[in-house]
């Protein structure tokens, strides 16, 4: 079962790293049957093997002519070796004859290998001549330009690892080897809830004091994009029973419940109070990143559930830095989450698209926290990337969507002054 840090010490921070070594522990979802045609993008729950020897026969890689090496050994422009052409076999076809010595056969790329024939000389390094003949003009020596069966992938080799996830290059080889279902683990399914008195619905008009409801659809579709379901809750008013009813019920459908707002310590903050209502364990209360720092995560009837932070640009770096590698765990994917060092985190298994960049202008950072600050990305007169710190803090909006990405500054660090090389987390 996982732990939890410091029980319920409330936003005693801990460090990033910690709390993702407490979200890799939670167990994984249950395998399911894919149609392999639909499943990029789906986890492997098993490893696949190889059925056959792949490809299942000596093929030709490029047009040309199948010939016997000793035939056009030495071969050159000058001196080229003159063979007799015996035809022409088409792809998907196999050619009745033998090829024998001092003959060719015009093969396509892909075409079956003749038998007597150990070569395929490229078609630009022939040309055919009176008299049925075929001049080539460069040596082949044995295997050159032949994929030999098996060579690909032999029967009984495993093709995929469990956890890969399957991209359109998988889809294409395993579609390849005939392999039309696959054990693949379920999408995680992902509650979101909005909460605060202060929010209306998008269609609603604000009043005064109010403001339209931006987290919980930015965290269903941050949620959507990658393929998993979220289901969007509503708003919640602050009122600690239909929270806890809300909770409740998400959970029912849900494998990770998301609640915006209310992660920190206040009068009206009452995620925290609701989770242990519900029988839940506080794992972390406050993560030693800015934004982000009143994250929340409770373990509930076995399952995560989030209280993210209020502010939008809090809400969409927390969400890219615990709450997207949590669900990558629990669908299946092995990245090594909980295995990172301070030094290179978020590294390149869990923040794959980044860029590197010369910052325009000096920025002070908050000692003791890893702070994560927004940057546009532009080109200056010398082509170099250059990445401009967005101002505002992370209650404005639209640096949000100013923004192209996100740089580290390490809690060790007291800032970076312009000109420094950084590397920008870029958003996918």
Same mark, same amino acid.
């Given at each position: =079962? ?36 639909? %499943? /990029?993008? +789906? ?6 093997? /190889? ?10 890689? /490029? ?8 035939? /056009? ?6 001196? *080229? %070796?003159?063979?007799?052409?015996? #035809?022409?076999?088409?792809?998907? &076809?196999?050619?009745?004859? &033998? ?6 056969? %015009? ?15 490229? $078609?630009?390094?022939?040309?055919e001549v009176a008299?049925?003949? $075929?001049?080539?003009y460069r040596a082949? #020596?044995?295997? +050159?330009?032949?994929?030999? +069966? ?85 708003i919640v008013p ?18 990770? $419940? ?32 800015? *934004? ?15 209280? =993210? ?22 669908? #299946? ?16 298994? =869990? ?24 940057? +546009?990305?532009?080109?200056? %007169?010398?082509?170099?990337? =250059?990445?401009?710190?967005?101002? #505002? ?36």
């Amino acid at each position: =079962m996982t732990e939890g840090i410091q029980g319920n010490e409330f936003l005693k921070l801990v460090p990033p790293l910690q709390a993702l070594k407490v979200l890799s522990e939670f167990g994984g979802l249950e395998p399911e049957a894919a149609e392999v045609a639909d %499943a /990029v993008g +789906r986890v492997l729950a098993e490893s696949v093997v /190889v059925p056959h020897d792949y490809p299942p026969f000596d093929r030709a890689t /490029v047009d040309g002519y199948a010939v016997r090496s000793l035939d /056009v050994q030495g071969a050159s422009n000058g001196v *080229p %070796a003159t063979l007799e052409s015996i #035809g022409r076999i088409e792809a998907g &076809r196999v050619f009745d004859g &033998r090829v024998g010595p001092g003959q060719a056969l %015009a093969v396509p790329t892909g075409g079956v290998l003749p038998r007597g024939a150990d070569a395929v000389v490229m $078609v630009e390094d022939t040309a055919e001549v009176a008299g049925g003949l $075929v001049e080539v003009y460069r040596a082949a #020596g044995v295997g +050159r330009n032949v994929l030999h +069966r098996g060579e690909d992938a032999g029967e009984g080799q495993i093709l995929l690892v469990a956890g890969t996830r399957l991209r359109s290059h998988h889809i294409g080889a395993l579609c390849g080897l005939g392999i039309g279902t696959a054990s693949v683990v379920r999408r995680p399914v992902v509650g979101v809830l909005a909460t605060g008195n202060e929010i209306v619905s998008p269609d609603q008009e604000p009043g005064p004091g109010q403001i339209r409801d931006v987290n919980q659809h930015a965290m269903a579709a941050a949620v959507e994009s990658r393929g998993w379901r979220a289901i969007r809750g509503g708003i919640v008013p602050d009122r600690l029973d239909e929270l806890t009813a809300s909770v409740a019920g998400l959970l029912s459908d849900c494998d990770v $419940v998301l609640l915006s707002g209310g992660s920190s310590v206040g009068v009206r903050d009452l995620t925290a109070t609701a989770l242990e209502r519900l029988g839940g364990r506080i794992l972390f209360h406050g993560v030693a990143v800015k *934004p982000g720092r009143p994250t929340i995560c409770a373990m509930v009837n076995g399952k995560p559930v989030f209280g =993210m932070p209020g502010h939008p640009v809090s809400s969409a770096v927390s969400f890219e830095l615990f709450v997207a590698p949590l669900l990558r765990s629990i669908e #299946g994917e092995v990245f090594g989450l909980g295995e990172m060092d301070v030094r290179s985190w978020p590294d390149a298994r =869990m923040w794959p698209t980044r860029q590197r960049a010369l910052l325009a202008r000096r920025v002070a950072s908050v000692p003791g926290r890893d702070e994560f600050i927004r940057v +546009r990305l532009r080109r200056d %007169a010398q082509d170099r990337w =250059m990445a401009d710190p967005v101002p #505002g803090d992370s209650s404005v909006l639209t640096s949000v969507v100013s923004a192209h990405g996100l740089v580290r500054l390490p809690a060790g660090l007291e800032g970076l002054e312009a000109g420094s090389e950084v590397e920008v987390l870029t958003y996918g």
